[in-house]
């Protein structure tokens, strides 16, 4: 059984920090793809952030600079560190994993920032 347990999400004002914790479970998590996407409403949901099996980070434009994507694999968890938040990031961050077999999802946070 799969499994992918985020927590972290909450209430902050703009300028302040969060850090996103997704623990999985199911999955030899060392060989996948690691990311956090989040959907604010009404608009799709947008890829955040990305953390290879090899360890290489990418980030969408809007966070590049701000938020840190990491991870740890003894403990077999994802991490997005969150920092100078805006009011534009409020949305529902979710945890993926990935590799060219599967692809799994995480429940969702909730992040909002309030201005």
């Known amino acids: 059984q799969v499994q992918l347990v985020e927590s972290g999400g909450g209430l902050v004002q703009a300028g302040g920090s969060l850090r996103l914790s997704c623990a999985a479970s199911?999955?030899?998590?060392?060989?996948?793809?690691m990311g956090w996407y989040r959907q604010a409403p009404g608009k799709q949901r947008e890829l955040v952030a990305v953390?290879?099996?090899?360890?290489?980070?990418n980030y969408v434009d809007s966070v590049n600079g701000r938020f840190t994507i990491s991870r740890d694999n003894a403990k077999n968890t994802v991490y997005l560190q969150m920092n100078s938040l805006k009011p534009e990031d409020t949305a529902v961050y979710y945890c993926?994993?990935?590799?060219?077999?599967?692809?799994?999802w995480g429940q969702g946070t909730q992040v909002t920032v309030s201005s």
């Open positions: 993926n994993a990935g590799s060219w077999r599967y692809n799994y």
């Open positions: 199911g999955i030899i998590f060392r060989f996948a793809d």
């Open positions: 953390i290879t099996s090899g360890g290489k980070a």
